[in-house]
C-alpha cells in the first residue's frame, strides 16, 4: 500500500465521522457559504503567480514548521506579492485543519486553495462552507469521470478546480472545465522530484490551459527555470515554511526573483 493508499483509506474513515455529525445542509447555512469568491484565474495575472502555501508538516518530511499561525503567515504571503494561499487542511498526515481557513478569510483578499485528498461530494460542500475559493483534485485518486462530476460541483458552488497530475496516463483526466492543470514536480506514491518530467508533462497539456507548477521547487534557480518553461503559475510551501519565519522567506524570495 502506497502512501496515496493509507492517506486515501483514512480520509474514508474522516469523512464518515464527519457525515454523521454535520449534514450538507448545515454546512450551507455558513456564515461564508454565499460568499462570492477570489478569483485565482485573476490574480495569477496581475500579482506574484506564487501559490504560497501553509504546510505543517508532510509525510515525506515530517514536522516542518508547527511554530506559527496560518494568520501570520499568510497575511506577511499577501503583503508581499502572493497570487494566492495554499492550507493543507488533511489532519493526520499534514497537521492542518479547517479551522486554519475559517482563521484566515476574513483577514486576507486573495485566493484561499484548500488542499487536500477530494473524494466525496461532501467535501466540496465543506470547502465553500470554510471560505475557500479554490479546490484541489488529484488524479492519482480520481477517475475521469470523478474528475468531472467535481469540476460540475464545484463551478456549480462557486469554486474554482486545479487539476493535479503527476504522469502521462493522467492527461486524460483533463477536461475542457477544469481551471488549472497542475503538474507535481513530486511522485505522490515515491516522493522523488524530477522537474524535467513536469515540463515533458506541461508540453503535452491542451492548448490555452493555464498551467501551474507543483511542489519540489527549493530554490531561485528552479523557480526561473520552471517559469522560462511557460508555466503560469506556481505552488510553493516547503521553500517557506521550513525557515522560522516563513513570510520573511517568501518576501525575500520575491524580490530577488522579480529583479
Known sequence: MTILDKIIHRKKEELAFS?????????????????????????LKTKSGIIAEFKRQSPSKGIINDKVSPLEVV?????????????LTDRDFFGGSSKDIVSIRNHIHIPV??????VDEYQFYEAKSIGADVILLIAACL????VQEFTVLSHELGLEVLLEI????????????????????????????????????KNRLPEGILSVAESGIYSEEDFR??????????????????????GNKFKEFISNVTI
Not at 497575511?75 to 492550507?87: C, D, F, K, M, R
Open 19 to 43: 457525515k454523521s455529525k454535520v449534514s450538507v445542509e448545515q454546512l450551507k447555512d455558513s456564515e461564508y457559504f454565499g460568499r462570492k469568491g477570489f478569483s485565482l484565474k485573476e490574480t
Open 75 to 87: 497575511s506577511a504571503y499577501e503583503h508581499s506579492g502572493a497570487s494566492a494561499v495554499s492550507i
Open 113 to 118: 486553495l484548500r488542499k487536500d485528498f477530494m
Open 143 to 146: 477517475s475521469p469521470q470523478q
Open 166 to 201: 503527476h504522469s502521462e496516463e493522467e492527461l486524460k483526466h483533463i477536461n475542457p472545465d477544469i481551471d488549472f492543470a497542475g503538474i507535481n514536480n513530486r511522485n505522490l506514491k515515491d516522493f522523488k522530484v524530477d522537474l524535467q518530467h513536469s515540463i515533458d508533462l
Open 225 to 246: 527555470y520552471l517559469k522560462e518553461k511557460g508555466f503560469d503559475g506556481f505552488l510553493m510551501g516547503e521553500y517557506f515554511m521550513k525557515d522560522e519565519n516563513p
